[in-house]
């Protein structure tokens, strides 16, 4: 039952059936089996879109109570909470979607005191059979909950780590876009004509854009003049993407120096991989339990492969990726300057191991041992005066 409903609502509530009709007793509905049963528990399931979500509401052996269209706006929400509620005592809501279009409705109903789960897309097998709509999906998700293969709790996103999250976005997306622009700038310098390629190209990198940026074309009629504008162009959307790239290093350096200032006295992790891990656990890192799980999100965990008489474990391609990469580009940086990580792979290739092996191996360890130091940040920050 939710807080703050008063008792009465409660137990009148209890006893509704689908069709809103008061039900009889469990001795009535025992002697006519036809009689709706009493609802104990609602379980919510949530279809989420930029514009609506879909909301389907299960009692609790799996019979579908209702389905509804509201809102995605603060209204909607709230109108969602009320018309779960209005079906019997509120469990568990599960939510496609919790970190884009049902990001909102997740915060409201975590500050509302309902159990959000976080749903993954259905099963492309069932939807093969069973179509695909709306309702069905947000039915899926709720059916996902009360069975139990819907576990994941949503990710909090509203702390610092979310600030991180937000820049840290920003700035991949600058590197993306100024390495689309080198590129360009690259080829288009290949098949320029002869004087600018003569101009440019002994020049360093630096030195070569600052001069592509200070070109002045004439008639763009020509192709040489015409090549010096596109060079132009390309060479001040480096340089732009550079300054704003910077400034986030900046801001990023400072933010995870104050979440996460025993993260970065970590071996090899710097502002930007520290940033990426502090992303992947979010706010409330208590949701990865184990060590183990936290290797599982980040892709490091072998996998078993195992069938009849072979017993093995494969390579886990899941997870997140980003967060993979972080902490291979931190493996890297202790492959460089770490005695120890060095000595660990002369070992293991003593042993008959491969380099690869090695670090696949070291990978998980490090994920393993940065967990601990991620849990005790987040959970028990630093006290700042």
């Not at 052996?61 to 603060?74: Q, R, S």
């Not at 909090?156 to 700038?185: C, P, Y």
């Not at 070109?215 to 003049?225: E, K, N, S």
């Not at 191991?353 to 670090?359: S, V």
Request: glycine letters at 8%.
């Amino acid at each position: 039952m939710l807080s703050g409903q008063p008792a009465v609502r409660a137990i009148r509530i209890r006893f509704e059936g689908r069709d809103g009709n008061t039900t009889m007793p469990n001795s009535a509905r025992k002697a006519n089996p036809t009689l709706p049963r009493e609802v104990v528990e609602v379980t919510g399931g949530v279809d989420t879109h930029l514009d609506t979500h879909t909301v389907a509401a299960l009692d609790q052996v799996g019979g579908l109570l209702g389905c509804a269209t509201f809102p995605a706006t603060p209204a909607g929400y709230a109108a969602v909470l009320a018309w779960l509620g209005s079906h019997g005592p509120l469990g568990r809501v599960g939510v496609e979607g919790t970190g884009s279009y049902g990001a909102g409705l997740a915060r409201f109903l975590t500050g509302a005191g309902v159990t959000v789960i976080e749903v993954s897309r259905p099963n492309r097998a069932d939807r093969r059979t069973r179509g695909k709509s709306d309702p069905l999906d947000a039915e899926n998700a709720a059916r996902a909950v009360l069975a139990g293969t819907a576990t994941g709790q949503p990710k909090t996103r509203t702390g610092i780590v979310e600030a991180i999250r937000a820049l840290h976005t920003t700035r991949r997306g600058a590197v993306k876009a100024r390495t689309a622009a080198s590129n360009q700038f690259a080829g288009l310098l290949v098949s320029a004509p002869e004087p600018l390629r003569a101009q440019l190209r002994p020049l360093p990198k630096a030195q070569r854009l600052a001069t592509a940026a200070a070109y002045r074309p004439g008639d763009l009629t020509d192709p040489t003049q015409a090549t010096k504008r596109a060079l132009q162009r390309l060479a001040r959307r480096i340089s732009v993407l550079d300054t704003e790239i910077a400034d986030a290093d900046a801001d990023l350096a400072d933010l995870t120096a104050r979440a996460a200032p025993q993260l970065l006295a970590e071996f090899g992790v710097g502002p930007d991989s520290a940033a990426q891990l502090l992303i992947t656990v979010g706010d409330n890192p208590d949701r990865l339990a184990t060590a183990a799980s936290f290797a599982a999100v980040c892709g490091t965990s072998p996998v078993p492969a195992s069938s009849g008489k072979t017993t093995r474990h494969r390579l886990n391609r899941g997870g997140d990726r980003q967060a993979n990469r972080a902490l291979h580009m931190i493996l890297l940086s202790r492959l460089r300057r770490d005695p120890e990580t060095r000595a660990y792979v002369e070992r293991a290739t003593a042993r008959g191991k491969t380099r690869r092996d090695a670090m696949r191996a070291l990978k998980n360890y490090i994920a393993r041992s940065l967990h601990r130091v991620l849990c005790d940040t987040v959970l028990n920050p630093p006290i700042t005066t």
